[in-house]
């Protein structure tokens, strides 16, 4: 491998391998060289330059035949990777083709090989992701109804409230993947265009031909030519940051409400398990979230590297000196911390381990108090609601105090009794009952992405 050594040992932990790969010294580097010959192919396609030079500037342009240790020495002094990344292409092509060398890179500038370098790798990092992005929406819709009336305690401030369904909570992460999913959708088409605008945006260089060159350019990578060169207005990768910031924390929200539902004193969801996976060194009885930790681990740091590029965005002039280069490894490293935290997402949810019964006892904790509520409600319609809620909240307390259950408070309640049935209670005290719309946000969630994938 023609890498420098790197910090590596928490790479499969934290990254996609086929993310890295997309964004590893060969692949920054091939993509700076695939623009370079399609400059070629673009130039000869309007005549600028002849046809016969572009065979050899394309052989050329190969990862492979280029020293990254030394390409990396020399950026230290030329101040960016295209302009060393030239000079050793001009040489390549010299040794073969002499003619050829003086037609490379003619008309473009240092960034906009390097940004629509760039823009190549993000086509490739937005492939992948919103691949991962479609199965993890999948697997969720999938969980989220085998779960629609599977009932557990909702909790609000961490403390037990009414009961919602383990199916709710999973098209809550499932409504989240989609539109995210929406977003990339609409935003692709600001992003994956071409930088073209030579030394200060304007082409001057290329005279007439300037326009018909830039199309050509476009066309030969596949991209969008944009209303004008984007040097110094970074709103394009700003967006296509802020949207993996998106996903990386609703991926977090998902790892966090996973970790909790893990802890012994809940134990209702789990991650699921294999031989070695989340063992502790001293402790054989452990089971820990080591998935959610990574989820929870990326939606800890994007949020830095964000601010990065949101600090970077008012560049000086045409050329920014010092806030361009902040963008380098800040996107990159975003893109590949998403994608370890979708690899795992994926993980979790595919494999969830759900204990039904825990989630029922865990409901019944607190003796029917999560369905006061339900009670209420009920009993508002009978003798108002202030009164009804005054005679709740009492028999709660005297629940409490007395260490009984809810039901049984309010059967020896002679203001309850005389409005509500022993069958009314029993049916407004049974969490089934008193799941509400749930059932509907399941299908809605669900329904919405099947809309997107199909």
């Avoid at 932990?13 to 060289?33: H, I, K, S």
């Avoid at 909570?169 to 930088?195: D, E, F, M």
């Avoid at 370890?340 to 029917?368: F, I």
Wanted: net charge negative; charged share 20%; proline share 4%.
């Amino acid at each position: 491998m023609n890498e420098r050594p790197g910090n590596q040992l928490f790479d499969a932990y934290f990254t996609a391998r086929d993310m890295r790969e997309v964004f590893c010294d060969q692949g920054r580097v091939q993509a700076m060289l695939d623009f370079e010959a399609a400059l070629a192919r673009a130039e000869a396609r309007v005549g600028l330059i002849p046809q016969t030079a572009v065979a050899p500037i394309e052989a050329a342009c190969q990862a492979g035949y280029y020293d990254f240790a030394a390409l990396g020495e020399a950026i230290a002094t030329a101040g960016n990777s295209a302009i060393p990344l030239v000079k050793a292409l001009g040489k390549q092509i010299a040794a073969n083709h002499a003619e050829a060398e003086r037609y490379v890179h003619l008309g473009a500038t240092s960034q906009d090989v390097m940004d629509t370098g760039l823009v190549l790798q993000l086509r490739g990092a937005l492939a992948l992701i919103e691949s991962d992005l479609a199965q993890l929406g999948e697997t969720l819709a999938t969980q989220a109804l085998r779960y629609v009336a599977t009932p557990l305690a909702g909790r609000t401030w961490l403390q037990h409230a009414t009961p919602v369904t383990l199916g709710m909570k999973i098209a809550g992460w499932l409504g989240a993947v989609t539109r995210s999913r929406q977003r990339l959708q609409q935003l692709k088409p600001r992003l994956l265009v071409l930088q073209f605008g030579g030394a200060s945006g304007t082409l001057a260089a290329l005279g007439e031909q300037a326009m018909p060159i830039a199309q050509a350019l476009a066309e030969e990578l596949k991209l969008t030519l944009p209303d004008q060169p984007w040097h110094t207005q970074r709103d394009r990768l700003v967006e296509f940051g802020s949207v993996l910031g998106l996903i990386a924390g609703s991926l977090g929200k998902l790892g966090r409400d996973i970790s909790l539902l893990m802890q012994t004193e809940a134990a209702e969801v789990f991650e699921p398990s294999a031989p070695g996976k989340g063992g502790s060194s001293t402790m054989p009885h452990k089971c820990n979230p080591v998935g959610a930790a990574v989820l929870i681990g990326a939606a800890t740091r994007v949020p830095g590297l964000l601010s990065t590029l949101f600090s970077a965005m008012p560049q000086e002039h045409e050329r920014s000196l010092g806030l361009w280069h902040a963008e380098w490894e800040t996107l990159p490293e975003i893109c590949c911390l998403v994608s370890g935290s979708l690899k795992q997402a994926m993980l979790v949810a595919d494999g969830l381990e759900v204990d039904a019964e825990r989630m029922a006892r865990n409901l019944d904790l607190t003796q029917g108090l999560v369905l006061a509520e339900a009670v209420s409600i009920v009993l508002a319609q009978r003798v108002g609601r202030d009164t009804a809620h005054h005679l709740l909240e009492q028999c709660c307390k005297r629940a409490v105090a007395e260490q009984r259950h809810l039901r049984a408070v309010l059967g020896d309640e002679p203001q309850v009794t005389a409005e509500l049935s022993p069958a009314e209670l029993d049916h407004l005290l049974d969490p089934a009952h008193y799941l509400g719309q749930a059932h509907t946000w399941v299908e809605r969630a669900v329904a919405e992405h099947s809309a997107l994938t199909a």
